[in-house]
């Protein structure tokens, strides 16, 4: 069965740590760039990271450059979203999302598969 599974996520205090991961199933994540996204309660989707698994490039939106950090292991056909220093702004269902790059692309701009979602929540 083609999927990708999410685990991780959770509750955190402000600044804490969390780490979502992203398995592929059924098909091999090595051509493929991965992306994560996030839906918060009443908001739009918001891309935040992606990464081409075929030559490592990766991308941040600026609401998490430096604070989350995008890696992918193709021996485990797994991403990973390193979150730290979290706020409670980043609580939100988080998605990750697998697709072949368009030509020339790092990532995207269509996505294929998409996990099953993981909430986060930051709360004190």
């Known amino acids: 069965q083609v999927q990708l599974v999410q685990s991780g996520g959770g509750l955190v205090q402000p600044g804490g740590s969390l780490r979502l991961s992203c398995a592929a199933s059924?098909?091999?994540?090595?051509?493929?760039?991965v992306g994560w996204f996030r839906q918060a309660p009443g908001k739009e989707r918001e891309g935040l990271s992606c990464?081409?698994?075929?030559?490592?490039?990766?991308f941040y939106a600026d609401s998490v450059k430096g604070r989350f950090t995008i890696s992918g292991d193709n021996a485990e056909n797994t991403v990973y979203l390193q979150m730290d220093s979290l706020q409670p702004e980043d609580t939100a269902v988080y998605f990750c999302?697998?697709?072949?790059?368009?030509?020339?692309?790092?990532?995207?701009?269509?996505?294929?598969?998409w996990g099953q979602g993981t909430q986060v929540t930051v709360s004190s």
């Open positions: 059924g098909f091999s994540l090595d051509s493929y760039a």
């Open positions: 999302a697998a697709g072949i790059p368009a030509h020339h692309a790092m990532c995207g701009p269509t996505y294929d598969y």
């Open positions: 990464i081409n698994n075929s030559d490592g490039r990766s």
